[in-house]
DNA sequence: AATATAACTTCCAATATGAAAGTAAAAAAA
DNA sequence: TTTTTTTACTTTCATATTGGAAGTTATATT
């Protein structure tokens, strides 16, 4: 495990602009949706998800994901070669701003999105709070 | 006003990562907040936001979102030197995910944001629709 | 008439990203 | 048990994006 320096500095005290100096790139929060939705992921697993993320860049948000503590890294049960990547509470409270993108591209990217994506606009429209607990309480 | 050419591709049929597509950066949603929270903008005022964006930056962030159409812009009544730019209901309807992150930062770096980040923070945590219908339907 | 200002644009150095190839250790196959 | 795969990265390098500073142009102000 290294250790990353990357310090973290905040552009203000704006929680907007800082929330988005942690997760405001293009991967982030894809990797959170993948752990969300899925449960529990490796490395593979996040690289084979369509957007098609390299593995340096995802190297790199895993590592400043764990370090700033929405994720975790820990081995496999029988496999010691894979390791296994899960949200923390923190992390997992990030679901909330996942669920108002879908719904933003539920209205406006509608003939763009999956038909599952439709779905869960859906459930989020009709029910968000039981759907949000459903994601997040895992 | 120029023809801008920026081809949007999508890197997939997710509405998260599509989303992210089109406002998955550090200014984007900065810029939304700025007009949510005080009306009616001008270049210089966005300028001046305590998180110091460059001109150039500021620039071609505001005509891709004019051309998203999230935000309009449109001349001073008085002083034709002068251009305003305001939200339209699509870029409204990106207050939810402001929200959202204002939340999680009021969470989780609760010691960093300002006193009245926190006062927002807590007029969503106390009544949420009534605090998103209080700036999306100006 | 001279000066200042608003809204950009241009240019360039610095940083971030993506793609491809490489490495090490462990697991699976032969 | 030797060979081949597989997993989880790391390294390298070309390219794209960003930040900063210095213009530019058309008003507005003094």
């Given at each position: 495990?290294?250790?990353?320096?990357?310090?973290?500095?905040?552009?203000?005290?704006?929680?907007?602009?800082s929330?988005?100096?942690?997760?405001?790139?293009?991967?982030?929060?894809?990797?959170?949706?993948?752990?969300?939705?899925?449960?529990?992921?490796?490395?593979?697993?996040?690289?084979?998800?369509?957007?098609?993320?390299?593995?340096?860049?995802?190297?790199?948000?895993?590592?400043?994901?764990?370090?700033?503590?929405?994720?975790?890294?820990?081995?496999?049960?029988?496999?010691?070669?894979?390791?296994?990547?899960?949200?923390?509470?923190?992390?997992?409270?990030?679901?909330?701003?996942i669920?108002?993108?879908v719904?933003?591209?539920?209205k406006?990217?509608?003939?763009?999105?999956?038909?599952?994506?439709?779905?869960?606009?859906?459930?989020?429209?009709?029910?968000?709070?039981?759907?949000?607990?459903?994601?997040?309480?895992?």
């Amino acid at each position: 495990m290294k250790v990353k320096k990357d310090k973290i500095f905040f552009r203000s005290d704006c929680p907007i602009s800082s929330a988005l100096d942690l997760f405001g790139d293009k991967w982030s929060l894809l990797i959170i949706r993948d752990i969300a939705y899925f449960g529990e992921r490796t490395f593979k697993d996040f690289s084979e998800a369509a957007e098609g993320i390299s593995s340096s860049r995802l190297a790199d948000r895993l590592s400043k994901l764990e370090s700033l503590g929405v994720l975790t890294k820990s081995n496999h049960p029988t496999n010691r070669k894979v390791y296994l990547y899960n949200l923390t509470t923190k992390g997992f409270d990030l679901f909330p701003i996942i669920a108002e993108y879908v719904l933003w591209s539920n209205k406006y990217l509608y003939d763009h999105i999956s038909e599952p994506a439709k779905e869960f606009a859906k459930m989020l429209q009709s029910d968000r709070e039981g759907t949000l607990n459903q994601f997040m309480k895992k």
